[in-house]
């Protein structure tokens, strides 16, 4: 049984799976930021445990396949050995699990913050959209849009 599932999970099959599973949080973070869900599913460690568990399984995986793992200081010495490690499907796994944990907790971040100065959430899933599709941008709308419910501008908040 446990072989079966280890040999279903496949990296093409967990990268999948990572795609798959968080859209329910982006959902509960859009449609429903003040719910009880929300803050136990979503604002919660749960999405870092269950993210981090599937990069440990990465990393597992690819310490079976010998993977170098002191070859990841390449993306430091510029953009060729950056796209040099973007041709292995592990590394690509353990950076795509990153920017997904990092997102979504920029947007839970985010529905928190705006809960205090009680942004619209309608106004409010514009920027989680774009969070979702494309981090920084998505957090940058929202401080714009915090400026103008808080009236007043904080860079270190």
Same mark, same amino acid.
């Given at each position: 049984?446990?072989?079966?599932?280890?040999? +279903?999970?496949?990296?093409?099959?967990?990268?999948?799976?990572?795609n798959?599973g968080?859209?329910?949080?982006?959902?509960?973070?859009?449609?429903?930021?003040?719910?009880?869900?929300?803050? &136990?599913?979503?604002?919660?460690?749960l999405?870092?445990?269950?993210?981090?568990?599937? +990069?440990? &399984?990465?990393?597992?995986?690819?310490?079976?396949?010998?993977?170098?793992?002191?070859?990841?200081?390449?993306?430091?010495?510029?953009?060729e050995?950056?796209?040099? $490690?973007?041709?292995?499907?592990?590394?690509?796994?353990?950076?795509?699990?990153?920017?997904?944990?990092?997102?979504?907790?920029?947007?839970?971040?985010?529905v928190?913050?705006?809960?205090?100065?009680?942004?619209?959430?309608?106004?409010?899933?514009?920027?989680l959209?774009?969070?979702? $599709?494309?981090?920084?941008?998505?957090?940058?709308m929202?401080w714009?849009?915090?400026?103008? +419910?808080?009236?007043?501008?904080?860079?270190?908040?």
């Open positions: 049984m446990i072989e079966q599932i280890y040999n +279903y999970f496949t990296i093409e099959m967990l990268y999948y799976w990572v798959l968080v859209i329910p949080f982006w959902l509960m973070l859009i449609f429903f930021p003040q719910s009880y869900l929300c803050r &136990f599913f979503v604002t919660s460690i999405p870092v445990i269950l993210l981090s568990g599937a +990069y440990i &399984f990465v990393l597992y995986k690819s310490y079976l396949t010998s993977y170098d793992f002191g070859g990841n200081f390449k993306l430091y010495l510029g953009l050995g950056l796209s040099e $490690l973007f041709t292995n499907n592990f590394y690509i796994m353990f950076f795509w699990i990153h920017f997904i944990a990092i997102n979504l907790f920029t947007g839970g971040w985010i928190k913050d705006s809960q205090k100065f009680s942004i619209n959430k309608i106004l409010l899933s514009v920027p959209i774009v969070t979702y $599709l494309i981090g920084p941008l998505g957090l940058f929202y714009l849009i915090k400026i103008f +419910y808080a009236k007043s501008i904080n860079l270190h908040d």
